[in-house]
């Protein structure tokens, strides 16, 4: 049960939050996604606010996909679940599609400016700005069915780490390498089995007590 005192903590990502699972390619249960395990390794205490979308971009308006740009439901999204805590952001790896033509570099810089509304609103308790954590996406695996739309994809990725990292403590964010906890799949190369979810949700419990 939930109190008032509950730290809320706002997960905004793609699919890897809302917990595709590559093996059945549905959708994982709630217990076996990250998110799951980070409540339940969070306890009574925390209550985590599930906020990934299949696709979502940092901020470009996808051609194909429709309605996919974070940046346009951001505000909106923390405007509605406010008070918040936290704001944990994991996004870029559909930045890396072919079709938008990305660098690691501009993928890091489009999730910077979505850590930066964060840091500017007035998310937070008593007005403040809620605290971010921002996540490095990690790099994609072997490619099966989406290689043609995520061509130059695993060169990007493995760069992608360092320049959050940058741009976090250059804007006072914390940071996590999801690289450096979990691997993707080879039945996709795009998202995580059940027990890299439980890896991951395990390690950003750890992060998220020594942030909030």
Known sequence: MFTDDSKVVLCFGDSLTWGWDPVTRGRFSFSKRWTGVLQRELGEGYRIIEEGLN????????????????????????????????????LGTNDMKERFALSAFDIAASADALAQIVQRSRAGRNGESPKVLLVAPPPVGKLTDWAEMMEGAMEKSLKIGRYYEINARNHGFHFLD??????????????WEAEENLKFGKTVATKVREIV
């Open 178 to 191: 999801a690289g450096k906890i979990v691997k993707s799949s080879d039945l996709d190369g795009l998202h």
């Open 55 to 90: 696709g979502r971009t940092t901020m470009w308006d996808d051609p194909i996909e429709g309605e996919k740009n974070g940046k346009e439901y951001l505000v909106p999204c923390l405007e509605s679940q406010m008070p918040i805590d936290l704001v944990i952001i994991m």
